[in-house]
RNA sequence: GCUCCCUUCGUCUAGCGGUCUAGGACGCGGCCCUCUCAAGGCUGAAACACGGGUUCGAUUCCCGUAGGGAGCGCCA
């Protein structure tokens, strides 16, 4: 038997962080076992699904690099097919007209509450003869429930789940316009597509006993079920937006690498021993839904990002480049950067890319290290900069400047070597040389290696920078009167 | 309130009755490296929620308690 998976999101947002790894989740299973994932848009609260969502959810997926198989599936467009099966019940005597007024059932749903019972509706139209209906009133269908027994779900996570049937009441299949609920719309379109696994949030459990009683009207097999425990946030609650329950859409304007995302959210309630490293062929060969905790896993943006640098680390310089090119449209400076991206600059950037990657955990790090390459002179000096930047150490810049004008030809061993040199000459440590040069070059106090720093900027480039700041001490002593 | 689910270091987790003086990872502390910041190496602190059973023996099995979570719509 072949697999068959599906993620079915409702659209009515963004693609958030839990539904990217039902996605993944379902995704890693189909491909592990050479199935398909199917991808299903809920669609059916017309009040509520919008295009801009759908758009959001497919745009999401393909970030991350989750594909699905065949054509997107629309679940609004299958009512037809719903309704048919609803009535196919009505005729088999599985499915009832109930003429219940809302009124009425709200008073049922009080009336339970206060009891402590869990069964709202109670079943007064399930014996109840059509004649007897209240005139004008368009009955909703029910399914004709089991009374007596158990319901049980067999779960590949949370293992056998057990349901009284006296706890469960007769549920709308049909609404009273004619439209299916959710509960007839997924068992039918479970079925017709073909599902073999349902792998989805806990907060699905209780719907799952539900719709074993519609599957077992129908004479449906059931799907195996898979109830993955839902993502909390750092405190231990429900996921908000304060936490990280964002589109993917933020991951990505946060420089966050969709391996890096995958990897973090497979073992977020996944293990495989103590591996928590995976290339996407590993997550596929080895995943799978009896290593999925039962117990929430809460968001750590901490281990993302320390994941996120490992991934930053080990991408290749023209990839990542590329990345933070592709980013551009989605940050808030984006468009000012694109607009310096010159073939040279690139080559710049390319040529800086292994320092810079090593220092940065997102690939908003990268461009903010690269700030230094994409300065223009004269370069403002941050608050440490400036600081650093005392009369003496400006002095000093002069003259290590005037050593380094006779450095030829430019790399990192001459200059290096004509720094060490000038330290060692004034009996100064290389730091104290360093630092100032850092500041001046690129007006902070932290940077990739000064050699590498020069040799990226250049001789001319270099030495100008050196200027300024020097030939700031004149104008500053001049106007303060000490000169 | 009712139904269902969950409970190992701060966090993600390994563990599926003896191998546990409980392992790994992130984070945190220290040391090394070092021109800064990282990266890297070494190293330290840090957990079986509680109470009963079952058993020769429980982190592992059962039952309670406490604490979390999900669901309880003619929403999905």
């Given at each position: 038997m072949t697999v068959v998976t599906r993620f079915a999101p409702s659209p009515t947002g963004f693609l958030h962080i839990g539904g990217a790894r039902t996605a993944l989740f379902n995704w890693l299973y189909a491909r592990g076992r050479g199935g398909k994932m199917h991808l299903r848009i809920e669609d059916t609260d017309r009040e509520r699904s919008t295009q801009a969502a759908i758009d959001a959810i497919l745009d999401g997926l393909s970030w991350l690099g989750i594909e699905w198989d065949g054509d997107t599936i629309y679940q609004f467009a299958r009512s037809a097919r719903h309704r048919e099966v609803a009535e196919s019940l009505l005729a088999s005597g599985n499915a009832y007209y109930c003429y219940a007024s809302p009124e009425e059932l709200t008073q049922m749903r009080e009336a339970a509450r206060a009891a402590g019972r869990?069964?709202?509706?109670?079943?007064?139209?399930?014996?109840?003869?059509?004649?007897e209906a209240p005139p004008g009133v368009k009955p909703t269908i029910r399914l004709k429930a089991p009374l007596t027994g158990e319901t049980v779900i067999e779960d590949q996570v949370q293992g056998r789940v057990v349901w009284q049937?006296?706890?469960l009441d007769d549920l709308v299949?049909?609404?009273?316009?004619g439209t299916p609920t959710y509960m007839l719309a997924v068992v039918v379109d479970d079925h017709d597509m073909g599902v073999t696994h349902v792998i989805r949030g806990d907060d699905h459990l209780t719907n799952a006993a539900r719709q074993k009683q519609i599957y077992d009207a129908l004479g449906w097999p059931v799907p195996v079920m898979a109830h993955t425990p839902l993502i909390h946030g750092p405190d231990g609650s429900k996921l908000s937006k304060r936490h990280g329950a964002l589109g993917v859409d933020a991951y990505r304007a946060m420089g966050y690498l969709p391996a890096a995302l995958r990897n973090y959210l497979v073992r977020l309630g996944w293990s495989h021993g103590d591996q928590e490293i995976f290339s996407t062929a590993e997550m596929i060969a080895t995943f799978d839904l009896p290593q999925i905790g039962r117990s929430p896993a809460r968001f750590d943006f901490a281990k993302l990002e320390s994941l996120n640098g490992h991934y930053i680390r080990q991408s290749d310089d023209a990839e990542l480049l590329a990345a933070i090119e592709r980013l551009l449209p989605h940050i808030a400076e984006g468009a000012t950067l694109a607009a310096k991206m010159t073939p040279a600059l690139r080559q710049q950037l390319l040529a800086a890319m292994p320092s810079l990657k090593e220092r940065a955990k997102t690939l908003l790090d990268i461009i903010d290290g690269a700030h230094f390459l994409l300065a223009d002179r004269p370069i403002s000096l941050d608050d440490k900069a400036t600081a650093l930047l005392t009369s003496e150490a400006r002095d000093l810049l002069g003259d290590v400047a005037a050593e380094l004008g006779k450095v030829e030809p430019w790399t990192n061993e001459a200059t290096e070597h004509a720094v060490r040199g000038f330290a060692e000459q004034r009996g100064a440590k290389l730091g104290a040389v360093a630092q100032p040069l850092r500041a001046a070059l690129t007006g902070r106090t932290t940077s990739p290696g000064i050699f590498e720093v020069l040799s990226l900027l250049g001789k001319a480039e270099s030495l100008a920078r050196l200027a300024d700041q020097a030939a700031r001490r004149d104008t500053q002593d001049a106007r303060s009167g000490v000169g």
């Open positions: 869990t069964k709202l509706y109670d079943g007064r139209w399930r014996d109840r003869d059509a004649a049937n006296e706890n299949l049909l609404r009273s316009d």
